[in-house]
């Protein structure tokens, strides 16, 4: 079987975000980065696969050249090649053109089923997997936190609020979207970490992928046009004296001055 | 360009090990620190957990077991674990010896240990101090007899650490009495030999030393009495010891610089953490005092020198350069953390106040383990003297 696993490197979630001077993105120099912490339960996902049915796990990650060392993240975890598309063609995609690269590396590869995480930490856009699957004509299960496969036919469960899950039996090959309580993402061992060394590590361009055009700044339908810190938000207010007085001057409060009520 | 002060993407992939084995024990942290702190015992599945990254396995060969990543990966994984309250003399003393056997040892002998040793498997202690023997290894008096195939060993070690928790002892001994050598003309260097003994074997008498300061062990007087231990077990040849016991010196020398750096940092977290929490005037933090900022910001400014000294020599010892330029990085390192751990943990003691005393934060019981590095593997001084003959090129002292 082979496994595809979409992942993406984002600023590490203790990192404190600063727009960049000119706007266009953000302050990179103190970043510490990471693999996606959604995309690390589908690194292992994608791992327990293999050992149950055997086969091979590709990373796949889209971004400039420091995204190479994400992908090395999850080889050390233990998958078998990594697949990085930081060609300068590839850079200021956004979901639908990385959707499109995607895509097409999972063609040409031939995976038969695709593991990402449910969305990227950074922009939060959780479309990705979605776009993917339409593109590839492929069923999708978004947001599974649990994942058993038999032949062709996968039965994953999702959370649907209320504490519910929704059961879910898909066809392979598909693309699941994983989220938190799938598994319990394995470290990189020392071993591990050495044998990604000498792992295969390919790299397309969007010629090798026919998709001239179609992906980068200048394919992208969606543009950011500009970054900035939200509004700091005015400090609470407590009320004191007797609890009667409280109400009522809560009530008045949200009547004149939030005018709520 | 061949200058390069970041940690490579391996070390912090070790780093992140060192972090993630040790979350399953997020919800017994009391437990954990009441059993390695109080009881001075440092819990087997812990000690399994940090094993199962392959951290022991890094100055190992994957020829033997190990993964090979070098010394620079195991001290960046102790100063990991150091950091977050895990020190284990047991991890530098079994790299230590890993570090002899892999140098030194018959292939026969690699083959036997070395693969147990990277899997945690085995843990080895090492037996070199004696009651009059110590700074001054020629001074060693434990003898090993030559008696068919085997050595019959006799003698007494002390402050060996972990004695009873370890399944071998890396020991030094004579195969040639000094007094010998002397009448035979001998340099005084020769006439040492390391063996591998079990602790546990026939003859061995542990008896437990009451001291402090070695978070997690106990350390004993082990007596010795016509213990009998095989050929093979002896690591390079009869008298020609000398080397590979200083050589093998150095890899401790550099792990505890690695354990103090990361004890330094566990107290400069607690005692930031409290600063930044703890109001006693007004409503700002005590962190906000200059009295109490400054020295820890010192801290912090020291520390980054420290790491810096212990990953050059870890790094010239993976490099294998010549043993004088590692024992002299090795020596800066351990002399400098040593140093920095004491100050680090007097520092955390000052800014918790009170509480710096408390059992319940813990910062008391690491004055002891940081004071015990001014002392032990080598005290400060007999690395000043080591610095001011070889490398100030200053008259000896002693």
Same mark, same amino acid.
């Given at each position: 079987?082979?496994?595809?696993?979409?992942?993406?490197?984002?600023?590490?979630?203790?990192?404190?975000?600063?727009?960049?001077?000119?706007?266009?993105?953000?302050?990179?120099?103190?970043?510490?980065?990471?693999?996606?912490?959604?995309?690390?339960?589908?690194?292992?996902?994608?791992?327990?696969?293999?050992?149950?049915?055997?086969?091979?796990?590709?990373?796949?990650?889209?971004?400039?050249?420091?995204?190479?060392?994400?992908?090395?993240?999850?080889?050390?975890?233990?998958?078998?090649?990594?697949?990085?598309?930081?060609?300068?063609?590839?850079?200021?995609?956004?979901?639908?053109?990385?959707?499109?690269?995607?895509?097409?590396?999972?063609?040409?590869?031939?995976?038969?089923?695709?593991?990402?995480?449910?969305?990227?930490?950074?922009?939060?856009?959780?479309?990705?997997?979605?776009?993917?699957?339409?593109?590839?004509?492929?069923?999708?299960?978004?947001?599974?936190?649990?994942?058993?496969?038999?032949?062709?036919?996968?039965?994953?469960?999702?959370?649907?609020?209320?504490?519910?899950?929704?059961?879910?039996?898909?066809?392979?090959?598909?693309?699941?979207?994983?989220?938190?309580?799938?598994?319990?993402?394995?470290?990189?061992?020392?071993?591990?970490?050495?044998?990604?060394?000498?792992?295969?590590?390919?790299?397309?361009?969007?010629?090798?992928?026919?998709?001239?055009?179609?992906?980068?700044?200048?394919?992208?339908?969606?543009?950011?046009?500009?970054?900035?810190?939200?509004?700091?938000?005015?400090?609470?207010?407590?009320?004191?004296?007797?609890?009667?007085?409280?109400?009522?001057?809560?009530?008045?409060?949200?009547?004149?001055?939030?005018?709520?009520? | 360009?061949?200058?390069?002060?970041?940690?490579?993407?391996?070390?912090?992939?070790?780093?992140?090990?060192?972090?993630?084995?040790?979350?399953?024990?997020?919800?017994?942290?009391?437990?954990?620190?009441?059993?390695?702190?109080?009881?001075?015992?440092?819990?087997?599945?812990?000690?399994? @957990?940090?094993?199962?990254?392959?951290?022991?396995?890094?100055?190992?060969?994957?020829?033997?077991?190990?993964?090979?990543?070098?010394?620079?990966?195991?001290?960046?994984?102790?100063?990991?674990?150091?950091?977050?309250?895990?020190?284990?003399?047991?991890?530098?003393?079994?790299?230590?010896?890993?570090?002899?056997? /892999?140098?030194?040892?018959?292939?026969?002998?690699?083959?036997?240990?070395?693969?147990?040793?990277?899997?945690?498997?085995?843990?080895?202690?090492?037996?070199?101090?004696?009651?009059?023997?110590?700074?001054?290894?020629?001074?060693?008096?434990?003898?090993?007899?030559?008696?068919?195939?085997?050595?019959?060993?006799?003698?007494?070690?002390?402050?060996?650490?972990? @004695?009873?928790?370890?399944?071998?002892?890396?020991?030094?001994?004579?195969?040639?009495?000094?007094?010998?050598?002397?009448?035979?003309?001998?340099?005084?260097?020769?006439?040492?030999?390391?063996?591998?003994?079990?602790?546990?074997?026939?003859?061995?008498? /542990?008896?437990?030393?009451?001291?402090?300061?070695?978070?997690?062990?106990?350390?004993?007087?082990?007596?010795?009495?016509?213990?009998?231990?095989?050929?093979?077990?002896?690591?390079?040849?009869?008298?020609?010891?000398?080397?590979?016991?200083?050589?093998?010196?150095?890899?401790?020398?550099?792990?505890?610089?690695?354990?103090?750096?990361?004890?330094?940092?566990?107290?400069?977290?607690?005692?930031?953490?409290?600063?930044?929490?703890?109001?006693?005037?007004?409503?700002?933090?005590?962190?906000?005092?200059?009295?109490?900022?400054?020295?820890?910001?010192?801290?912090?400014?020291?520390?980054?020198? &420290?790491?810096?000294?212990?990953?050059?020599?870890?790094?010239?010892?993976?490099?294998?350069?010549?043993?004088?330029?590692?024992?002299?990085?090795?020596?800066?390192?351990?002399?400098?953390?040593?140093?920095?751990?004491?100050?680090?943990?007097?520092?955390?003691?000052?800014?918790?106040?009170?509480?710096?005393?408390?059992?319940?934060?813990?910062?008391?019981?690491?004055?002891?383990?940081?004071?015990?590095?001014?002392?032990?593997?080598?005290?400060?001084?007999?690395?000043?003297?080591? &610095?001011?003959?070889?490398?100030?090129?200053?008259?000896?002292?002693?």
């Amino acid at each position: 079987m082979k496994i595809g696993v979409f992942l993406k490197q984002v600023p590490d979630t203790e990192t404190k975000i600063r727009p960049a001077g000119d706007g266009s993105g953000i302050e990179s120099g103190d970043v510490k980065w990471i693999v996606s912490p959604y995309d690390e339960f589908a690194v292992e996902a994608g791992l327990q696969l293999k050992e149950k049915s055997g086969g091979e796990v590709v990373v796949v990650s889209l971004g400039p050249a420091r995204t190479l060392d994400a992908a090395r993240t999850a080889l050390a975890m233990g998958a078998d090649r990594a697949v990085i598309l930081d060609d300068e063609g590839f850079q200021g995609s956004d979901p639908l053109g990385t959707s499109r690269a995607l895509a097409a590396v999972a063609r040409k590869e031939g995976f038969d089923i695709i593991f990402c995480g449910r969305q990227a930490i950074d922009e939060d856009n959780n479309q990705v997997p979605q776009i993917v699957a339409g593109l590839l004509d492929w069923p999708h299960a978004s947001w599974v936190n649990s994942f058993e496969s038999e032949g062709e036919m996968a039965t994953v469960k999702r959370p649907i609020g209320g504490g519910k899950l929704e059961v879910v039996k898909v066809r392979l090959p598909a693309v699941f979207s994983c989220t938190k309580g799938l598994n319990e993402p394995r470290y990189a061992s020392l071993p591990g970490i050495m044998k990604a060394k000498s792992k295969p590590v390919a790299r397309y361009t969007p010629a090798d992928l026919e998709l001239d055009g179609q992906v980068g700044a200048s394919a992208a339908v969606v543009q950011l046009t500009s970054y900035q810190m939200p509004q700091a938000r005015p400090s609470g207010r407590m009320l004191e004296g007797e609890v009667g007085d409280q109400v009522k001057e809560l009530v008045r409060l949200l009547r004149q001055e939030a005018k709520v009520l | 360009m061949s200058l390069n002060f970041n940690l490579g993407e391996e070390h912090v992939l070790i780093q992140d090990a060192m972090a993630k084995c040790l979350e399953p024990f997020r919800g017994r942290q009391e437990e954990l620190k009441q059993s390695i702190l109080v009881e001075r015992k440092f819990p087997q599945d812990l000690w399994d @957990a940090i094993c199962a990254t392959g951290l022991m396995g890094a100055v190992i060969p994957e020829k033997y077991g190990g993964n090979g990543m070098g010394l620079l990966s195991c001290a960046i994984g102790i100063e990991a674990l150091a950091e977050r309250g895990f020190g284990n003399a047991l991890l530098v003393l079994t790299a230590m010896d890993a570090a002899c056997i /892999l140098r030194n040892g018959t292939e026969e002998m690699k083959q036997k240990y070395l693969p147990k040793m990277a899997s945690g498997e085995m843990k080895f202690c090492f037996g070199h101090t004696e009651p009059d023997a110590g700074s001054n290894a020629f001074r060693t008096r434990t003898f090993a007899k030559k008696d068919g195939d085997d050595y019959l060993i006799s003698g007494q070690k002390t402050f060996i650490t972990g @004695a009873d928790v370890a399944d071998r002892m890396l020991l030094t001994c004579r195969t040639t009495s000094r007094e010998a050598c002397a009448e035979q003309g001998l340099p005084k260097a020769f006439g040492l030999a390391l063996f591998i003994v079990d602790p546990k074997a026939p003859g061995i008498e /542990l008896r437990p030393i009451p001291t402090r300061g070695i978070e997690g062990m106990t350390q004993f007087l082990v007596h010795m009495d016509n213990v009998r231990v095989p050929a093979s077990d002896l690591v390079g040849e009869p008298d020609m010891g000398a080397m590979a016991l200083f050589n093998s010196l150095n890899p401790e020398r550099i792990l505890a610089a690695a354990s103090a750096c990361g004890l330094s940092k566990h107290c400069l977290d607690i005692a930031v953490k409290y600063a930044n929490e703890r109001a006693v005037f007004k409503e700002r933090p005590i962190g906000a005092y200059q009295a109490i900022s400054h020295p820890l910001a010192q801290v912090r400014i020291e520390l980054d020198s &420290v790491r810096l000294l212990t990953h050059r020599a870890a790094w010239a010892f993976d490099q294998d350069m010549n043993p004088g330029t590692v024992g002299n990085y090795s020596n800066m390192a351990k002399y400098q953390a040593s140093e920095l751990a004491v100050k680090a943990v007097d520092r955390a003691i000052q800014t918790l106040g009170g509480y710096g005393f408390s059992e319940e934060y813990g910062v008391i019981y690491y004055y002891e383990a940081a004071r015990l590095l001014r002392t032990a593997p080598i005290s400060s001084e007999m690395i000043l003297n080591f &610095v001011a003959e070889h490398d100030l090129g200053l008259p000896r002292s002693y």
